[in-house]
């Protein structure tokens, strides 16, 4: 198992290269469990207003890049919050 450090930064640098089960995981870290399995796509709940969910999907066993992004964007935007209060 990779830690969860290793995995955020193959994130940053290569997120064309992020297997779908590791950025499962880290979402799963971050915030919790999904909402909705069984199906191609792992819905989580987030907990601010607006568009409170991350919503990724694999391709083939890989993660899709702009998903990353967004799941690199929404951790920031957690820890941001964390930071604030």
């Known amino acids: 198992m990779t830690s969860t450090a290793k995995i955020l930064d ?3 640098r290569e997120p064309a290269n992020v297997r779908f089960s590791d950025l499962e995981s880290v979402c799963e870290i971050y915030f919790g469990k999904c909402r909705q399995a ?3 796509h792992a819905i989580f709940k987030t907990p601010w207003v607006g ?5 990724i999907q694999g391709d083939k066993g890989k993660a899709k890049p702009y998903q990353v992004r967004q799941v690199l964007l929404a951790i920031q ?3 941001d919050i964390k930071n604030a209060n």
């Open 10 to 12: 193959q994130m940053r």
């Open 38 to 40: 069984g199906t191609s």
């Open 51 to 55: 568009d409170p969910r991350i919503n």
């Open 77 to 79: 935007k957690l820890e």
